[in-house]
Each structure stands twice: as structure tokens, then as C-alpha cells.
């Protein structure tokens, strides 16, 4: 076992392949190739591919939490969305590799991922919770924000956008028309 190769080091050279040479590029043998360490000796700190991709997968998840988390901070109502949802894009845009392996994972019911997931949904909820939904409105906003933002991000990777009419300004229009969907603040 190479010196100082643990779990965090294995996982981050999957992230950085996947950044780099697409997400389908991340299996053992490539992760061994980038570390330069023989293809088993990863499985001292992973189980097997469906484990790397499954660690992956969180450690995504962490980071775009992250990047929301820090996008809302000081913000609520409108602002807040508007905060987070550019984030959102903005980090498919800036880790399009590392976003994919948010939803290619192995077992998305996997608990450890469901766990990091649901911090995401916890964030949305927090920052929607402004405009006083009843709950099963509130998942309703929850599930069509996250679908939006998605969505818009899944046909700009895919380059599914390609009129002349600025990218920015449908995000801005996209999040607008769903704010306004939403009752006003009360208080």
C-alpha cells in the first residue's frame, strides 16, 4: 500500500478523472493508473468500482451543497432563490464531470447518499419556507425548483441551447416566472 493513500486521496483522483475525462472515464484501473499504484491495491480503501463510484457520488453531493450553502448565506426569499439557483448551474457548468456522478451513482437509495442528498432538499426547504407553504406545498416548491435548475443545466451541458438569446437572462426569466408562482411573504 502506497504511503499516504487513503479513502479522501482515492476519491478526490476519481473526482479530478471525472472532471477532466468525463464521468464514464472513473474506474479502478484509470483511478490506479492517475495514483500509480497497481489497480488492486485500491480496494484497501474502496469496494470495488460500485463502491468508488458510490463515494464519488457523496463526495459530489457534498460539494454542491457546499456551493448552495454558500450562496445562500445572508440571502432569503426571492433573493435566496435567485442565489441558489444560479449556483446550481453555475456548478454543473464548473464540474460537469462531478455533477454527473451526483445521479449515476450506483444505488441513489443508497443511505449514505440519500443522507447528503437530503441536506440539499434540507437548504431548499429552509429557503422556501419563507413564503409559508403548507407542506405538502413546500415539497412540491422543493421538487420543482430542483427541477428547474436541473433541468436548465442537464440541456446546457448537453448544448441543447443554441438560439441567440442569452442563457443568463432564461435562468433569470426560468427563476422569475417560478418566484412568482409562489405566494407572497406575509410578514
Do not use: W
Not at 471525472?18 to 474502496?46: C, F, M, Q, W
Not at 435548475?149 to 426569466?173: C, K, Y
Amino acid at each position: 500500500m502506497r504511503q499516504g493513500l487513503d479513502q479522501t486521496t482515492v476519491v478526490k483522483t476519481a473526482a479530478l478523472l471525472a472532471e477532466r475525462d468525463g464521468y464514464e472515464s472513473v474506474t479502478l484501473a484509470s483511478v490506479a493508473k492517475e495514483l500509480g499504484i497497481k489497480t488492486p491495491s485500491l480496494y484497501n480503501h474502496v469496494n470495488g468500482l460500485k463502491g468508488l463510484r458510490k463515494d464519488l457520488a457523496c463526495y459530489a453531493i457534498e460539494q454542491l451543497a457546499h456551493q448552495l450553502t454558500l450562496s445562500a448565506v445572508g440571502r432569503s426569499g426571492d433573493e435566496a432563490i435567485l442565489s441558489v439557483g444560479f449556483s446550481y448551474i453555475q456548478f454543473v457548468r464548473d464540474h460537469p464531470g462531478l455533477y454527473e456522478a451526483t445521479f449515476r451513482a450506483p444505488d441513489l437509495s443508497d443511505p449514505d447518499i440519500m443522507k447528503k442528498g437530503d441536506y440539499i432538499v434540507q437548504l431548499l426547504v429552509a429557503i422556501l419556507n419563507y413564503y409559508h407553504l403548507a407542506d405538502e406545498d413546500l415539497i412540491h416548491a422543493v421538487r420543482a425548483l430542483r427541477s428547474l435548475v436541473h433541468g436548465f443545466a442537464m440541456i446546457e451541458m448537453n448544448r441543447g441551447f443554441n438560439l441567440s438569446v442569452d442563457n443568463e437572462e432564461t435562468i433569470q426569466f426560468m427563476l422569475r416566472t417560478f418566484i412568482n408562482g409562489l405566494p407572497a411573504q406575509t410578514h
